[in-house]
C-alpha cells in the first residue's frame, strides 16, 4: 500500500492522484459573459447536484497550478453571478474538449468549438444548442477553498430555469439514460461513456488550436462529418501546406483515385476513418486535397 502525505508531493502530482482515483465525474459545460458583453465556455469536472429544494448544483473553477492565475470562467461570475450549467453527451465530447483550450480573454468559445449559442430566458449568458440539458442559473456563493495554484473556488448555482431537448425523454416525460448518453471524466485523457464505458480524448494542444471557425466551410457543413470529428480537426496547430498534402496525395494511388472519383461524401468518410484511427493530419490532408 502507497501511503502519501499530501504536504509532501507536489500540487500537481497529488492533482493527478485525485482525479485519477474519484470518477467517473460529470462534466459542467459553463457558459458565462463578462460586464462588457465578452462570452466564455469552458468545461468544469468538479461539479455535481446537491440540493433540488432549491435546486442547486456546485462547480469548481480551480485555479491553474502551473501560475496561479484564476479562469475566465471564475472572472466573469464574479463580475456577473450568473451561469449556464450544460449538459455534457457523447455528441459533444470532442467540441467540449476543444474549448477547453486556453484561448486569450475575448475570444468566443462558442465559435472556436463550432457550438450553437442560444439565448437564455431569465439570464444573459448563452446556452449550448447542441447539449442536451441546459440550466439557467443564479450565483448564490463563490467560496474561495484557498489562495495557492489548484485551489478550488466553489460556485454554488442555483436553477432558475431548465430546458431539456425532447429528443432525451422517454415515453413518460422522463430522461432516457441511454437517449442522453451521457459522459463524465476520469484521470488523464480518459473519459467514461455511460452507454458503452472508457475512451480517451487527447488534451488540447499546449499551442492553440486553430478551432472549427478556421475549417473551410464546405469541411464545416459536411453531412458525414460530426461535431465530434470537426472538433478533432480543429484541435490543430495548423494546417498541412500545399506541398505536404501534394506529397500525400503522390504517395498513395488508392487516395489519387478517391479524388478523382469526386465523390465528396466518400472523401469526407475516407477521413471520418482516418480521424478515427487517430490519424488526423491525413485527414486533414485528404480533405484539403479534393
Known amino acids: 500500500m502507497l501511503s502519501i502525505d499530501p504536504k509532501e508531493i507536489s500540487t500537481g502530482k497529488l492533482h ?10 460529470p462534466i459542467a459545460f459553463a457558459s458565462t459573459i463578462d460586464a462588457n458583453g465578452a462570452v466564455n465556455l469552458s468545461p468544469f469536472s468538479f461539479f455535481n447536484v446537491y440540493s433540488s429544494n ?14 496561479n492565475t484564476t479562469k475566465h470562467t471564475l472572472e466573469n461570475i464574479l463580475e456577473t453571478k450568473e451561469v449556464v450549467v450544460n449538459i455534457v453527451n457523447y455528441n459533444i465530447v470532442q467540441q467540449v474538449s476543444l474549448s477547453s483550450t486556453e484561448y486569450p480573454k475575448g475570444v468566443n468559445e462558442f465559435e472556436k468549438a463550432g457550438l450553437t449559442m442560444l439565448k437564455s430566458e431569465l439570464i444573459k449568458p448563452f446556452r449550448v444548442g447542441e447539449s442536451p440539458v441546459q440550466f439557467e442559473c443564479k450565483v448564490n456563493e463563490v467560496i474561495a477553498l484557498g489562495e495557492e495554484g489548484g485551489a478550488g473556488n466553489l ?6 430555469k431548465l430546458h431539456i431537448n425532447e429528443a432525451v425523454l422517454d415515453e413518460n416525460g422522463q430522461i432516457d439514460q441511454h437517449k442522453i448518453d451521457l459522459v463524465s ?5 480518459w473519459y467514461s461513456r455511460a452507454n458503452l464505458g472508457m475512451f480517451e480524448v487527447p488534451k488540447p494542444l499546449a499551442s492553440i ?14 453531412k458525414v462529418l460530426t461535431g465530434n470529428d470537426l472538433g478533432v480537426l480543429g484541435n490543430v496547430e495548423r494546417v498541412p501546406s500545399k506541398e505536404e498534402i501534394e506529397e500525400f496525395v503522390e504517395s498513395s494511388i488508392k487516395i489519387r483515385e478517391l479524388i478523382s472519383a469526386d465523390d465528396i461524401a466518400q472523401i469526407h468518410a475516407k477521413a471520418q476513418e482516418m480521424i478515427a484511427n487517430n490519424d488526423v493530419v491525413s ?3 485528404l480533405l484539403l486535397a479534393k
Open 283 to 285: 485527414a486533414w490532408k
Open 185 to 189: 471524466r476520469m484521470g488523464g485523457n
Open 54 to 67: 432549491p435546486p442547486i448544483m456546485i462547480f469548481s473553477a480551480n485555479r491553474r497550478v502551473r501560475d
Open 16 to 25: 493527478g492522484y485525485l482525479l485519477g482515483a474519484v470518477g467517473p465525474r
Open 155 to 160: 460556485i454554488v448555482c442555483e436553477v432558475v
Open 209 to 222: 488550436g486553430i478551432g472549427i471557425d478556421n475549417i473551410p466551410f464546405d469541411i464545416r457543413n459536411s
